[in-house]
């Protein structure tokens, strides 16, 4: 699908570059991620944001950091309570809606603020701006974590129609963490009550 360039371990994990391919700066994250473990969760209609997961989970497995990949399907209150650090891949549909899979937890868990104070996350949303909500989903979903007093590591990131630039400045802003990972403990904890 041409997503990533075949150079961005490279180009974005060990020489992370002061723009990545936007002529935007990627802002440095002040702390980086936990180094054992995160969660990724991906909420995709047509299979392009389960791509740049896999693809993120690469870059993290790499760096040494397990990536524990949840679709929205298996997404629940419970499993982000026992989560620290959580990348987001998500896609929006029509105008503004979440994906089929994002519907669950939309209607169970996004309709009021939880408390997710621990958290720290990163959203990538992808959008179509042919449609009055561009990102949509991505920003609803950026907007509940933010009410639910998680922290953002950076902006949410929009995509439009795959534009490689702004993938390509994702993993920019996961290179960035991943350069300032830390030693701060298990940041997910793997266990068999999916709620």
Same mark, same amino acid.
């Given at each position: 699908?041409?997503?990533?360039?075949? *150079? @961005? &371990? %490279?180009?974005?994990?060990?020489?992370? !570059?002061?723009?990545?391919?936007?002529?935007?700066?990627? $802002?440095?994250?002040?702390? /980086? &991620? $936990? +180094?054992?473990?995160?969660?990724?969760?991906?909420?995709? =209609? *047509?299979? +392009?944001?389960?791509?740049?997961?896999?693809? *993120?989970? #690469?870059?993290?497995?790499?760096?040494?950091?397990? +990536?524990?990949?949840?679709?929205?399907?298996?997404?629940?209150?419970?499993?982000?309570?026992?989560?620290?650090?959580?990348?987001?891949?998500?896609?929006?549909?029509?105008?503004?809606?979440?994906?089929?899979? /994002?519907? $669950?937890?939309? %209607?169970?868990?996004?309709?009021?603020?939880?408390?997710?104070?621990?958290?720290?996350? /990163?959203?990538? +949303?992808?959008?179509?701006?042919?449609?009055?909500?561009?990102? /949509? &989903?991505?920003?609803?979903?950026?907007? @509940?974590?933010?009410?639910?007093?998680?922290?953002?590591?950076?902006?949410?990131? #929009?995509?439009?129609? #795959?534009? #490689?630039?702004?993938?390509?400045?994702?993993?920019? =802003?996961?290179?960035?963490?991943?350069?300032?990972?830390?030693?701060?403990?298990?940041? &997910?904890? !793997?266990?068999?009550?999916?709620?």
């Amino acid at each position: 699908m041409g997503m990533i360039r075949s *150079t @961005w &371990f %490279r180009d974005l994990f060990l020489d992370p !570059p002061a723009s990545a391919g936007s002529g935007r700066a990627i $802002a440095a994250p002040v702390a /980086g &991620f $936990a +180094a054992s473990s995160m969660l990724l969760a991906c909420a995709t =209609q *047509t299979g +392009a944001a389960e791509s740049i997961a896999e693809a *993120t989970r #690469e870059q993290l497995e790499m760096a040494g950091i397990y +990536a524990h990949m949840v679709d929205f399907h298996d997404l629940n209150l419970a499993l982000l309570e026992r989560s620290s650090q959580v990348l987001f891949v998500v896609s929006t549909t029509f105008d503004g809606d979440p994906p089929d899979m /994002g519907e $669950a937890f939309f %209607r169970s868990a996004m309709q009021h603020p939880a408390t997710l104070t621990h958290l720290q996350y /990163g959203v990538l +949303a992808l959008g179509d701006r042919a449609y009055d909500q561009f990102c /949509g &989903f991505g920003h609803k979903l950026d907007d @509940w974590l933010r009410a639910s007093g998680a922290r953002s590591w950076f902006d949410l990131i #929009e995509v439009d129609d #795959e534009d #490689e630039q702004a993938i390509d400045r994702w993993h920019g =802003q996961v290179a960035c963490l991943l350069a300032r990972k830390g030693d701060s403990g298990p940041a &997910f904890s !793997p266990s068999s009550d999916h709620a």
